[in-house]
């Protein structure tokens, strides 16, 4: 009997891992519903990625003299919500380019790790083909997006790089949340911050919430501490929602302000 049981559970647990293994795409992209609209005073445009897919994307420009955010938003979220997540700063003058990944908006292909980094690529010689110089641009990602915006930078050197509920790495991220099954394994994509940050030459500021379920704080610290000039400030009582809290804006705005465009 008790050999029968552990089979059975063997089997069980195998099905889970394969159930996991193949449909991990979904859960690490879940891409909300198309959303048609167009916020105030932003239009419709298309990124041209290296790979060859046209992506549609919002953007509004900066007022003169005034910085870019290049905005990569978390994995369940739409470029529209990056509009709302980034009013304040739009309001002072701040351009604002909100990303779209592929597979995201009603936009062609398949959203994964490399694919992301194309796209971001592609958003980055956007707002160069734009006439936005380098010095002027602001990297700011939120959750899966920092990944993004933290990849990118090592390619490239804009003004500051921002990293809102950021994690290390996403087996870390996994693993905490299903600590039953053997995560770094599983994973397709590793988005490997914490090996990728020493690379990056633009001034770096993290902000975290200390209640966050999701990312776990110490993901955010353990993070910062491999470059000892990363700026890491946390937010108590705040979760994975943090990328909504006002101040975070205001916070953004003074690290940008303290960095020198040139």
């Given at each position: 009997?008790?050999?029968?049981?552990?089979?059975?559970?063997?089997?069980?647990?195998?099905?889970?891992?394969?159930?996991?293994?193949?449909?991990?795409?979904?859960?690490?992209?879940?891409?909300?519903?198309?959303?048609?609209?167009?916020?105030?005073?932003?239009?419709?445009?298309?990124?041209?990625?290296?790979?060859?897919?046209?992506?549609?994307?919002?953007?509004?420009p900066?007022?003169?003299?005034?910085?870019?955010?290049?905005?990569?938003?978390?994995?369940?979220?739409?470029?529209?919500?990056?509009?709302l997540?980034?009013?304040?700063?739009?309001?002072?003058?701040?351009?604002?380019?909100?990303?779209?990944?592929?597979?995201?908006?009603?936009?062609?292909?398949?959203?994964?790790?490399?694919?992301?980094?194309?796209?971001?690529?592609?958003?980055?010689?956007?707002?160069?083909?734009?006439?936005?110089?380098?010095?002027?641009?602001?990297?700011?990602?939120?959750?899966?997006?920092a990944?993004?915006?933290?990849?990118?930078?090592?390619?490239?050197?804009?003004?500051?790089?921002?990293?809102?509920?950021?994690?290390?790495?996403?087996?870390?991220?996994?693993?905490?949340?299903?600590?039953?099954?053997?995560?770094?394994?599983?994973?397709?994509?590793?988005?490997?911050?914490?090996?990728?940050?020493?690379?990056?030459?633009?001034?770096?500021?993290?902000?975290?919430?200390?209640?966050?379920?999701?990312?776990?704080?110490?993901?955010?610290?353990?993070?910062?501490?491999?470059?000892?000039?990363?700026?890491?400030?946390?937010?108590?009582?705040?979760?994975?929602?943090?990328?909504v809290?006002?101040?975070?804006?205001?916070r953004?705005?003074?690290f940008?302000?303290?960095v020198?465009?040139?």
């Open positions: 009997m008790f050999v029968y049981f552990g089979i059975t559970l063997t089997v069980i647990y195998g099905g889970l891992v394969a159930i996991v293994y193949f449909n991990q795409r979904q859960l690490v992209y879940p891409a909300p519903p198309v959303q048609g609209d167009t916020p105030s005073g932003f239009e419709r445009v298309t990124i041209r990625t290296p790979d060859r897919l046209d992506l549609l994307a919002g953007y509004r900066a007022h003169e003299g005034m910085p870019t955010l290049l905005f990569f938003h978390g994995n369940g979220a739409t470029w529209q919500s990056s509009v997540v980034t009013d304040s700063l739009v309001a002072q003058g701040y351009g604002l380019l909100a990303v779209e990944y592929r597979g995201y908006g009603g936009n062609p292909g398949t959203p994964s790790e490399e694919g992301l980094y194309q796209d971001a690529r592609g958003a980055w010689a956007f707002l160069r083909a734009e006439g936005v110089d380098d010095a002027d641009i602001v990297l700011l990602g939120n959750s899966l997006g990944a993004v915006a933290l990849n990118l930078a090592t390619e490239v050197h804009g003004r500051a790089l921002v990293l809102v509920s950021p994690f290390n790495n996403l087996g870390d991220t996994a693993a905490r949340r299903m600590r039953w099954l053997p995560m770094r394994m599983l994973l397709h994509d590793s988005y490997a911050n914490d090996e990728k940050i020493v690379e990056i030459g633009e001034p770096i500021l993290i902000l975290h919430g200390e209640e966050d379920s999701l990312i776990a704080l110490e993901q955010a610290q353990a993070l910062a501490s491999v470059r000892d000039d990363t700026v890491i400030e946390t937010f108590p009582g705040w979760g994975h929602d943090l990328i809290n006002e101040a975070v804006q205001g953004i705005a003074k940008v302000e303290g020198p465009s040139a």
